[in-house]
């Protein structure tokens, strides 16, 4: 991003490139890319003025953040009326954030073979599709599905060309925003496209407008969470019940438990692979129990040089007392 200087004029801050740390990071700039930097810096204040309301601070507070850095935090109360703010914006550079459950998306880089027919019958649910204007990607919001960023990650491994590291961001541009690169905006944005009911698709090329947007929003509120897509939480005995599956496992707890299709998966505070018999420097392990009551161990781990992406553990019969606390 660019280093930017505020300068005050009749209590309105307007804000100016700093062109001698803008030719250190891209080189001389001659007088029209001058210009045009000039003229984004502008547009970026324009847009500051306007969410001006709603500005804070306070990263951990934030909602939402501005290309330029800012940081804004929009209330419950006043989502509608930001979101109208934000349709008045032509050059949107705004980002959305979300905590540690959210509204399940997919961040597709490819769009070729990815249609609404596939997204119902990889994930059976109702979703809205958004491209790029640049037909570079995709993002498929599924309104109403909450997730934790552990079971997007492996929910979002059913379908090929999906980012996994998009969750661990934990934001993601608007639609109808801007990319904002070290050269300058990208003018492309994600766009409304198409969205299904019951599986059916129901209009192509859609209208951005208020609707729409609350449709999109990524985030929840944890009072906004629907009970029936909640994950299921429950506290776990202190005691570890996985160290039938090894020995490495003794002292595993059990963090989250949560409902994927006809299958449940444990998240666990272990790093322990058995496909690489040691422990991962940050990745954790968690375990899939299928209904034939066998329970099987799965890897975070992506590096390219391993095979744990693709990696399960064969599969190990559950007892009675670990299953009579998960069912």
């Given at each position: 991003m660019y280093r930017i200087l505020p300068i005050v004029v009749s209590k309105t801050s307007f804000v100016l490139p700093n062109v001698q740390s803008l030719n250190s990071r891209v080189g001389n700039?001659?007088?029209m890319s001058f210009i045009y930097i000039l003229l984004m810096n502008l547009s970026l204040n324009w847009i500051n003025r306007l969410m001006n309301h709603w500005a804070?601070?306070?990263?951990?507070?934030?909602?939402?953040?501005?290309?330029n850095r800012g940081k804004l935090y929009v209330p419950q109360n006043e989502y509608e009326s930001f979101l109208e703010t934000y349709l008045k914006i032509k050059e949107k550079y705004i980002v959305e954030r979300f905590g540690n459950i959210f509204n399940f998306f997919l961040d597709i880089d490819t769009i070729d073979e990815i249609t609404s027919?596939?997204?119902?019958n990889t994930f059976k649910r109702d979703s809205i599709c958004l491209q790029c204007t640049e037909r570079k990607g995709l993002h498929v919001i599924f309104p109403g599905f909450i997730v934790s960023k552990d079971e997007a990650k492996i929910l979002a491994q059913r379908l090929k060309g999906a980012d996994l590291g998009v969750y661990s961001g934990k934001s993601l541009r608007m639609p109808g925003s801007w990319k904002m690169t070290p050269k300058g905006p990208e003018k492309r944005s994600y766009e409304p496209l198409?969205?299904?009911?019951?599986?059916?698709?129901?209009?192509?090329?859609?209208?951005l407008n208020k609707e729409m947007l609350k449709q999109c929003r990524i985030s929840v509120d944890s009072y906004s969470v629907p009970s029936s897509v909640c994950p299921i939480d429950k506290v776990i005995s202190k005691d570890s019940q996985l160290s039938f599956i090894h020995p490495a496992y003794a002292d595993t707890k059990i963090t989250r438990i949560a409902r994927l299709g006809n299958c449940i998966i444990l998240n666990t505070n272990s790093r322990f692979c058995q496909n690489i018999q040691q422990e991962h420097k940050s990745n954790l392990v968690y375990f899939v129990l299928s209904q034939d009551k066998k329970i099987k161990q799965k890897c975070f781990c992506r590096c390219a040089h391993r095979t744990c992406s693709t990696y399960n553990s064969p599969k190990i019969s559950v007892g009675l007392r670990l299953l009579d606390s998960l069912t």
């Open positions: 700039l001659d007088r804070t601070n306070d990263l951990n507070k934030a909602t939402h953040l501005l290309m027919e596939v997204i119902w198409w969205f299904t009911r019951k599986g059916e698709k129901i209009h192509y090329s859609l209208d």
